[in-house]
């Protein structure tokens, strides 16, 4: 069955230092979206991504996020200058259309660590 | 106050136990679905749900969209259900899902 993949599960950053979380959606998958959650807290949306554009962001995706499709493939979410408080799990997911829903299909998640 | 509801927040069972858990939420929605988390923080989707009822194995999912109400219903509970069951929800006109904080059920042998 396919299934959305993530790289690192792991990364450790320092403070201020760029880190690049990547995904690869499911194939045929039209809209791809990040999430993350802070240890001990609900999963929060991040953005969502359509047709190589952002479609939807939270307040929380500010200028320090950034995201890229750079290939048929592959998705990826960039934090320029890493902080703290942006250590969490962070999970892609991808979907496609069936109607007028749109069942997301989740990755295993990166865990962020800010140090 | 939280857009989604749930409870309970924790929930521990004996083996073979059937289990309910609820969301409830004050936003219009297009879907709601049922997430399962387990230890390792990986995030499998249960269900999607706009409507009625479905079912999958021992896994049953209800919405009332009138009451804004779903409940997640395991019958014959075994320890491998042993999980955190999140309950998210998608509005209209977006593409976000918004996030119960999630049920920690334990299931016993």
């Known amino acids: 069955e396919p299934e959305v993949t993530q790289t690192p599960s792991h990364q450790v950053t320092q403070m201020g230092q760029e880190v690049i979380l990547r995904c690869v959606p499911i194939s045929n998958h039209l809209y791809f979206y990040w999430y993350r959650q802070i240890l001990g807290q609900k999963v929060e949306f991040l953005v969502s991504f359509y047709n190589n554009e952002i479609s939807e962001k939270s307040e929380i995706f500010d200028d320090q996020f950034s995201v890229e499709r750079p290939d048929g493939s592959n998705f990826t979410l960039k934090i320029r200058s890493t902080k703290l408080e942006d250590s969490a799990m962070y999970f892609c997911a991808s979907s496609v259309p069936s109607g007028s829903v749109y069942e997301q299909y989740f990755g295993p998640g990166t865990r962020l660590t800010v140090t | 106050k939280n857009e989604v509801e749930q409870s309970p927040q924790n929930l521990t069972a004996q083996e073979g136990e059937f289990i309910t858990i609820n969301c409830s939420y004050s936003?219009?929605?297009?879907?709601l679905h049922w997430l399962q988390q387990h230890p390792g923080g990986g995030i499998v989707s249960l269900f999607m749900l706009s409507s009625g009822k479905k079912k999958h194995g021992r896994l049953i999912a209800t919405i009332n969209i009138q009451e804004k109400h779903s409940s997640l219903h395991i019958t014959a509970s075994h320890p491998r259900d042993s999980a955190v069951y999140i309950c998210a929800v998608k509005g209209w006109n977006t593409d976000k899902l918004i996030f119960g904080t999630g049920t920690r059920l334990q299931v016993f042998p």
């Open positions: 936003v219009g929605i297009s879907a």
